[in-house]
């Protein structure tokens, strides 16, 4: 992606605009760490059957980080589970 002169990212393929990954995002809310918001992307699209050898949990040294991470990661997976439910159900 490159930044042209508008302030805006553009695509060089096919030249539709991209939102940069530094870019704040709205849909994480203030209330939860940066831990219970990357464990909660794990827990909603990433493997949910191998928590324990997660290599994302290692990054969270404090335990505070990492209980964080593990309610994030707990969330994210109940959304996924609500989701399947929902798309089963139609």
């Not at 994302?56 to 040294?61: D, I, N, S």
């Amino acid at each position: 992606m490159r930044r042209l002169p508008d302030n805006v990212y553009r695509c060089p393929a096919c030249g539709s605009e991209v939102t940069p990954i530094s870019a704040p995002v709205s849909w994480k809310s203030p209330d939860h760490t940066e831990a219970y918001w990357c464990g909660w992307l794990d827990g909603r699209y990433g493997d949910p059957e191998h928590f324990t050898n997660n290599p994302r949990l290692a990054k969270w040294e404090s335990t505070s980080d990492r209980l964080d991470y593990y309610r994030g990661h707990r969330a994210g997976y109940e959304a996924r589970l609500r989701k399947t439910r929902l798309v089963e159900a139609s």
